[in-house]
Structures are given as structure tokens and as C-alpha cells.
Nanobody, 126 residues
């Protein structure tokens, strides 16, 4: 079982950038990885996913062109680069892992089948 720890959240202004990191306790080189977020009063939603090699990525429409997911398997770490942040990006961001290697499996798998981090809060002020 892999343990995930997110970091990099904080309070920023609209238009700012951040980079989130998700460090895994074990090797994730064969896992698909993803990011989800949960805004206050809303359900957790998918943000981005990446396949085991990093060559295939998948994003929800609202973040395309602004967020970039990447990974460094040598460091067992996944990143989410966020630019042009908007107040509506305010949420707790969660890292997720799936033993299935394909990026789309992050979205397709039941959420209770994924490994989760504890989340990191991003607050974007207007």
C-alpha cells in the first residue's frame, strides 16, 4: 500500500501560480496518478491524471491550459503546476494513485479503490 503526502498549497491572489507536490512512500513507477479537488460545500472532483510513464495526461476542461501534471518516478513524486489561478480554484487538492497504469483509470475507477493523500489547501483571493 502506498502512502501519499501533498504539499505546496497556500494563500495566493488571482493570477498567481503554485506548484503542488505529492510524495509517495513507495515506488509508484507503474501507477497512474492523479489530482482531485474539493471546494467548500461541493463534492470532490477530478482535476488531472497522468499515466505511469508520464507520456499520457488527462485534464478536466476547466483547468486545461492552466494546470500541468507531471511526475518524476525516480523521486516517487507527482506534481501539479497551477498558473493563472482563479478564485474558483479554491479547494483542498488531493493526490490519488491507482495500481492501474493508464491515466484514464484515475477517473474510471471507483474512488474507494484509489490511494489518497490527506490534501493541501489552496485559497485564491480575488
Amino acid at each position: 500500500q502506498v502512502q501519499l503526502v501533498e504539499s505546496g498549497g497556500g494563500l495566493v491572489q488571482a493570477g498567481d501560480s503554485l506548484r503542488l507536490s505529492c510524495a509517495a512512500s513507495g515506488t509508484i513507477s507503474t501507477y497512474a496518478m492523479g489530482w482531485f479537488r474539493q471546494a467548500p460545500g461541493k463534492e470532490r472532483e477530478f482535476v488531472a491524471a497522468i499515466n505511469w510513464s508520464g507520456h499520457s495526461t488527462y485534464y478536466t476542461d476547466s483547468v486545461k491550459g492552466r494546470f500541468t501534471i507531471s511526475r518524476d518516478n525516480a523521486k516517487n513524486t507527482v506534481y501539479l503546476q497551477l498558473v493563472s489561478l482563479k478564485p474558483e480554484d479554491t479547494a483542498v487538492y488531493y493526490c490519488a494513485a491507482n495500481t492501474n497504469s493508464e491515466a484514464t483509470s484515475i477517473v474510471q475507477a471507483p474512488q474507494n479503490r484509489l490511494f489518497w493523500g490527506q490534501g493541501t489547501l489552496i485559497t485564491v483571493s480575488s
